[in-house]
T-cell receptor
Framework: GQNIDQPTEMTATEGAIVQINCTYQ??????LFWYQQHAGEAPTFLSY????GLEEKGRFSSFLSRSKGYSYLLLKELQMKDSASYLC???????????FGTGTRLQVFP | KAGVTQTPRYLIKTRGQQVTLSCSPI?????VSWYQQTPGQGLQFLFE???????NKGNFPGRFSGRQFSNSRSEMNVSTLELGDSALYLC????????????????FGPGTRLLVL
């Protein structure tokens, strides 16, 4: 079957670091995406991982372990504007479809 | 470069009616995918169109259909609306078909929020 799991909600403090986890089970794997979605807005692309390891892009980093079916998104030096939903999506190699998790709603407090 | 645009942004319909939603992809992008987003289910893939052909389809009933025109603009139609069809419908465009490679990145439009009464 196909399943993507993320925590439903997380809270953190401005300036802190937060890690959002994503575990997946798909019949085939061909890449993992992270998207950010502010309330009432479209999802915007954050990162893409297809090989194991850490990809860093400014304050955001994304990690992938294919053998464990696991990824995380790391947000450093949190800002209030980082309050949003973070969507993990896996491309299934067999169907080419993007399977999305239900998203993690992050609230950043001052 | 203009982003993905969707019209209308908001729509209210009643059960049994049909609705057509429109999506204009980023200029030069030839693939358009449609998703349904609800609080409980998250983003669910509806279908992908590339070069006027449906390339992939999700697990939705036949009431949901779509098409793509020669200028890559796409429309999605839902017939015989049900209360459960109330959702945010998102369109996403990419340069090439999602079936063509693994790193193909999608860019989402603002969505059409549909409320079925």
């Amino acid at each position: 079957g196909q399943n993507i799991d993320q925590p439903t909600e997380m809270t953190a403090t401005e300036g802190a670091i937060v890690q959002i986890n994503c575990t997946y089970q798909t019949s085939g794997f061909n890449g993992l995406f992270w998207y950010q979605q502010h309330a009432g807005e479209a999802p915007t692309f954050l990162s893409y991982n297809v090989l194991d390891g850490l990809e860093e892009k400014g304050r955001f980093s994304s990690f992938l372990s294919r053998s464990k079916g696991y990824s995380y998104l790391l947000l450093k030096e949190l800002q209030m504007k980082d309050s949003a939903s973070y969507l993990c999506a896996v491309r299934d190699r067999d169907t080419d479809k993007l399977i999305f998790g239900t998203g993690t709603r992050l609230q950043v407090f001052p | 470069k203009a982003g993905v645009t969707q019209t209308p942004r908001y729509l209210i319909k009643t059960r049994g009616q049909q609705v057509t939603l429109s999506c204009s992809p980023i200029s030069g992008h030839r693939s358009v995918s449609w998703y349904q987003q609800t609080p409980g289910q998250g983003l669910q893939f509806l279908f992908e169109y590339f070069s006027e052909t449906q390339r992939n389809k999700g697990n939705f009933p036949g009431r949901f259909s779509g098409r793509q025109f020669s200028n890559s603009r796409s429309e999605m139609n839902v017939s015989t609306l049900e209360l459960g069809d109330s959702a945010l419908y998102l369109c996403a465009s990419s340069l090439n078909s999602l079936t063509s490679g693994n790193k193909e990145t999608q860019y989402f439009g603002p969505g059409t929020r549909l409320l079925v009464l």
